[in-house]
């Protein structure tokens, strides 16, 4: 698995919301991470596949932090990975500027994880029909998912451990494949995606002209 440093600037990053906006599947204007994940997930397809395959089962999955989310809510400080991934399943009816479909469904997917939900996870039966889907979507043919999660707004540049408060803050690789960390870029309002794909995905992915057009060149991590 490689891991390249990819960096949106503000700017760019406030064109892609309004480009997916622009669009009959997006009546509401995505947030920063919608929007990029939406984009990275299209230009790895294009730059990867060129084409989706009709017998792939394609998945996004995004990570939700389930804190806020349940009743009564958990204390913003409560440690461990009190997470839980969603499951988007994109479409390809957009034609050749494909993935304007996945905010829209991303947004849903997320929505969907609320207090009645969080109910469920703590009878056992919703986790447990969880890892049963997937199962029979990897019975039936290939899967091909995408992960991403977010540490933007969490207060990393604040950190102070005597010496003062970092000029940067960084990730280190993760040894899974299709999996994007974003990271605030200190505070020029840009994010940094940390991507993390197979060498020979990544030889193509960050070459891929429309990539290079809305990032800082690629930086190995």
């Given amino acids: 698995i490689v891991t390249k440093r990819f960096v949106f600037s503000a700017s760019t990053i406030a064109s892609l919301r309004s480009k997916y906006t622009d669009n009959k599947a997006n009546e509401i204007k995505p947030s920063r991470i919608e929007a990029l994940s939406a984009f ?10 060129g084409k989706p395959n ?50 829209s469904q991303m947004r849903q997917a997320i929505k969907t994880i609320d207090g009645d939900y969080i109910a ?3 009878e056992g039966n919703e986790l447990l029909e969880f890892l049963k889907q997937r199962m029979e979507e990897f019975m039936k043919g290939e899967v091909a998912s995408f992960s991403f999660t977010s540490l933007c707004r969490f ?11 970092p000029v940067w803050v960084g990730s ?5 494949k299709n999996l994007v960390s974003f990271i605030d870029a200190g505070s020029s309002g840009g994010i940094e995606a940390w991507v993390n794909l197979k060498e020979e995905d990544m030889a193509k992915f960050q070459h891929d002209e429309q990539l ?10």
């Fill in 54 to 103: 009709p017998n792939t089962l394609y998945r996004v999955l995004h990570t939700v932090n389930l804190r806020t989310r349940m009743d009564p809510p958990l204390p913003e400080y409560h440690f461990g990975n009190v997470s839980r991934f969603v499951m988007s399943s994109p479409s390809f009816d957009e034609g050749e500027d494909t993935c304007y479909g996945i905010v």
């Fill in 40 to 49: 990275i997930w299209a230009r790895f397809i294009a730059s990867t596949q």
């Fill in 155 to 165: 207060p990393l540049y604040e950190t102070d451990f005597g010496w003062g408060k």
């Fill in 172 to 176: 280190v690789s993760f040894p899974f």
């Fill in 212 to 221: 290079l057009a809305c990032t800082y060149p690629a930086q190995d991590a």
């Fill in 120 to 122: 469920k996870i703590k």
